[in-house]
């Protein structure tokens, strides 16, 4: 018996050492789980933080392109009320707050062409 006695002690032994080597194994595992567990929520904190940036650079986006609009529909309208005032005093014939030796001499612009002086005289300086 003492073969067998020492025969099944040497099967625990072995055992032991299996089991030692498996919780070795699951130990490293738990440590590269949470490793990855950490790096998953870095990156998800990472990708809120980078999301509401962004929500907030579309809506500056948005305001700004608003704004570009808005001064774009401006400009183009008071260009137009310009280019209506610009031809009504051609087709008069008067220069707005022109010299008067200029005034006596007649319309300054007789065809379309000279109709771009027009905005020469009437743009502010």
Do not use: H
């Not at 904190?45 to 980078?50: A, D």
Request: contains cysteine; aromatic residues 4%.
């Amino acid at each position: 018996m003492t073969q067998q006695g020492a025969a099944l002690q040497n099967y625990n032994n072995e055992l032991v050492k299996c089991i030692e080597e498996l919780c070795q194994k699951r130990e490293e595992l738990c440590r590269q789980i949470q490793q990855e567990e950490d790096e998953k929520q870095r990156l998800q904190n990472e990708v809120r933080q980078l999301t509401e940036k962004l929500a907030r650079v579309n809506e500056n986006l948005a305001r700004k392109i608003a704004s570009r609009n808005e001064f774009d529909r401006t400009i183009a309208e008071t260009e137009a009320a310009y280019l209506k005032v610009g031809l009504g005093a051609c087709m008069l014939g008067q220069v707005p707050e022109g010299p008067t030796d200029r005034q006596a001499e007649g319309p300054l612009w007789s065809d379309r062409a000279a109709a771009s002086v027009a905005w020469t005289v009437l743009l502010p300086a």
